[in-house]
């Protein structure tokens, strides 16, 4: 009987133990893409490709109304290239967790990674 006692408030223990303990550690698992253009395009199709295979889409939308977009994208390795009336420079990009990526094109259309 003592033993059962024993044992069943070391469990009991051990229980509140590891229920009070556990505390989620959250690790975001995306990053924030911010676009911007110095200069102005009538029509401007910006698409986003995984670095590994720059055949494949995954994102593509219209920047004509704002000079400026943001999206949101996981963790990973990126390259953006930008289809317009205009040359505008492709160039690759990193996004890490909970951080923000900028890709901005100057005056000469060159893009630049902050």
Do not use: H
Not at 98 to 113: H, I, S
């Amino acid at each position: 009987m003592k033993d059962f006692k024993t044992t069943s408030a070391l469990f009991i223990m051990l229980a509140l133990f590891l229920f009070t303990s556990c505390d989620k550690d959250e690790f975001p698992t995306t990053g924030t893409l911010e676009i911007s253009f110095v200069n102005g395009s009538a029509d401007r199709e910006i698409l986003i490709s995984p670095a590994e295979n720059t055949d494949i889409v995954l994102f593509r939308f219209q920047a004509t109304a704002l000079p400026n977009r943001s999206k949101e994208l996981n963790i990973g390795n990126y390259f953006i290239r930008v289809n317009s009336d205009g040359f505008f420079g492709s160039t690759g990009f990193q996004i890490s967790s909970g951080t923000v990526t900028k890709v901005r094109w100057d005056a000469n259309n060159t893009p630049q990674v902050e």
